[in-house]
């Protein structure tokens, strides 16, 4: 499993809401942070300007483009700067039911869009996750570079609007795909840019890419700083400077940090034996493993089993 897939399998995708929207200017709509959500805009007709909280610089999104929050930043929705805005619950209240459009606004111009927000759930630090912007924006000529990114855009608008037996968990699937197929695509943007940084720029680089590689198809071998760069074919010193550099973290951590997300995902499969536990993950015996677990995600790993098994 190549890491991208390997960060992607550590997340799980949950409850995704959506619904076909038409506004009419004047309208302003504002949507507080949510931790752990996502939410994309897909304007079908019209345009509109969407402001991030993480990024203050407004995007202005016109039909057949996308622009999509990973970390679940608050933003504000307008068919002008100058409108002003209130909450969305304020507004609309509760999505409509599928194939219903939902409608707001003062009877003005029209843009419509589809509107989607689903959770992803993960614990311990997600690589992934971490490296991503507040907002990620694809234009028309990206999309279009993206055929079966823009192929999905299409169908999850078609979807969105329909109330056909099925629609749910198909709206549901195909939002999965598109943040898979967004990130993507946000990837191809990074190889562009050679001042970026980041994991998802580490994963394009030859060597420091090469050696993350073996971290996730290996965690549990006995890796050194030493033994990572001469596999990688650098030297320790520059091997060590380059991935702290685009990684923003020690190799050490890294391998610490991505061990554990293996443990959680053994343990989320049923394995609770401590001992087969920290050797799969590469540690000699139970305390250190359980040390480091600790360490890294706050509680022990009886404490954590114990929450998540506990009735909500």
């Known amino acids: 499993m190549d890491c991208l897939s390997d960060a992607l399998n550590n997340l799980r ?43 203050p610089k407004p995007f202005i999104l016109a039909g057949g483009e996308l ?58 630090k997600n690589p992934l996750l971490s490296s991503l912007p507040g907002a990620i924006y694809l234009d028309n000529s990206q999309l279009q570079s993206e055929p079966w990114l823009e ?13 056909r037996p099925g629609s749910d968990i198909l709206v549901g699937r195909l939002a999965d795909i598109l943040f898979i197929q967004t990130i993507r695509a946000f990837m191809s943007q990074l190889k562009g840019c050679p001042e970026s940084g980041g ?21 549990e071998a006995p890796w050194t700083v030493q033994s990572l760069a001469a596999a990688v074919g650098m030297s320790r010193t520059s091997f060590a400077t380059k991935f702290t550099s685009l990684v923003s973290e020690t190799p050490i951590d890294y391998l610490t940090s991505w061990r554990m997300q293996k443990a959680l995902r053994l343990m989320s ?37 114990r929450r998540l098994a506990a009735p909500v």
């Open 269 to 305: 499969g049923g394995l609770d034996n401590m001992a087969d536990l920290a050797s799969a993950v590469g540690y000699s015996s139970e305390a250190a493993f359980s040390k480091a677990f600790k360490r890294e995600l706050g509680e022990s790993p009886g404490g954590l089993k």
């Open 151 to 163: 192929a999905t855009t299409r169908l999850l608008s078609a979807e969105a609007s329909s109330s």
């Open 67 to 124: 622009i999509l929050s990973p970390r679940g930043s608050g933003c504000t929705l307008q068919d002008s700067a100058t409108t002003p805005v209130i909450p969305i619950q304020e507004a609309v209240g509760l999505p409509p039911p599928r194939g219903a459009t939902l409608k707001y606004g003062g009877g003005g111009a029209t843009a419509s869009m589809v509107m989607g927000c689903f959770t992803l759930e993960a614990y311990g």
């Open 199 to 219: 994991w998802l720029k580490a994963l394009s680089d030859p060597n420091i890419g090469a050696a993350l590689c073996l971290i996730h198809e290996q965690p």
């Open 13 to 55: 995708f949950q409850g995704t809401v959506y619904c076909l929207a038409e506004f009419s200017a004047p309208w302003g709509l504002r949507m507080e942070p949510r931790e752990g959500h996502v939410s994309f805009f897909l304007p079908v007709r019209g345009t509109c300007i969407v402001t991030f909280d993480e990024m």
